[in-house]
C-alpha cells in the first residue's frame, strides 16, 4: 500500500510517501511545498493546491493520511492550517484517493506507543521505523512520515484503498 502522508500549512505543507507491503516500511519521495509569503491568499492556495495535484498523479498513493486540525492559542494559523487542508482534501478528492485523518495523539501512540511523546520522539522512532540513515527534515517532512505511518500501523486502511480503486 502506498500512503501519502500529508503535514499542511500555508506556508509549508509537508509531505512523505511511505510504502507498507508485508509488515515493512519504507520510505518514498518526501519533501516540503512551499508558498511565499505576501502572496494574495487565494494565489498561495491555488499553488498548494497545483503542487498537490501534481504530487498525486506523480506518486499515485493508494490513499492519503493527514492529522486532524488541532491548534492551541493562535486562531489565525489556526485558520490557514484549515485552509491548506481544504486544498489537500480537493485535490486528493480530484484525484479519486481516499483520506484518513488521525488526531496528533492517535499518530504519537501508533508511532511511538506514547500519546504524550515529545517531537524528538517522533522523529527518533519515525527515523528507525523506515530505516532512515539521518533524521528526518525539516519538522514538516517528520510529521508527514509520522501519520503515514500511523495510517499504515491502524489497519484501517487496507480495506479502504481497495474498495476506492474498484
Given at each position: 500500500?502506498?500512503?501519502?502522508?500529508?503535514d499542511?500549512?500555508?506556508?509549508?505543507?509537508?509531505y512523505?510517501l511511505?510504502?507498507?507491503e508485508g509488515?515493512?516500511?519504507a520510505?518514498?519521495?518526501?519533501?516540503?511545498?512551499?508558498?511565499?509569503p505576501?502572496?494574495e491568499?487565494g494565489?498561495?492556495?491555488l499553488?498548494?493546491y497545483?503542487?498537490?495535484g501534481a504530487?498525486?498523479r506523480?506518486?499515485?498513493?493508494d490513499?492519503?493520511?493527514?492529522?486532524e486540525?488541532?491548534?492551541?492559542?493562535?486562531?489565525?494559523t489556526?485558520?490557514r492550517?484549515a485552509?491548506?487542508?481544504?486544498?489537500?482534501f480537493?485535490?486528493a478528492?480530484?484525484?479519486g484517493?481516499p483520506?484518513?485523518?488521525?488526531?496528533?495523539?492517535?499518530?504519537k501512540v501508533?508511532?511511538t506507543?506514547y500519546?504524550s511523546a515529545?517531537k524528538?520522539?517522533?522523529?527518533?522512532?519515525?527515523?528507525?521505523?523506515?530505516?532512515?540513515?539521518t533524521?528526518p527534515s525539516?519538522?514538516?517532512v517528520a510529521?508527514?512520515?509520522a501519520v503515514?505511518?500511523?495510517?499504515?500501523?491502524s489497519g484501517?486502511?487496507w480495506n479502504?484503498a481497495r474498495?476506492?480503486?474498484?
Open positions: 500500500m502506498r500512503i501519502l502522508g500529508i499542511p500549512g500555508l506556508g509549508r505543507t509537508g512523505a511511505v510504502v507498507a509488515g515493512r516500511l520510505a518514498g519521495p518526501a519533501g516540503v511545498f512551499e508558498t511565499p505576501g502572496v491568499m494565489a498561495r492556495l499553488d498548494l497545483r503542487q498537490v504530487l498525486l506523480a506518486e499515485r498513493p490513499v492519503v493520511a493527514m492529522e486540525l488541532f491548534f492551541n492559542r493562535n486562531i489565525t489556526g485558520i492550517v485552509q491548506a487542508r481544504g486544498v489537500c480537493l485535490a478528492a480530484e484525484a484517493i483520506v484518513a485523518e488521525y488526531n496528533p495523539q492517535h499518530v501508533a508511532v506507543g500519546g515529545t524528538r520522539q517522533v522523529i527518533y522512532m519515525v527515523r528507525s521505523l523506515l530505516r532512515l540513515q533524521n525539516p519538522d514538516d510529521d508527514a512520515m503515514a505511518i500511523c495510517h499504515a500501523h484501517r486502511g479502504t474498495e476506492a480503486r474498484r
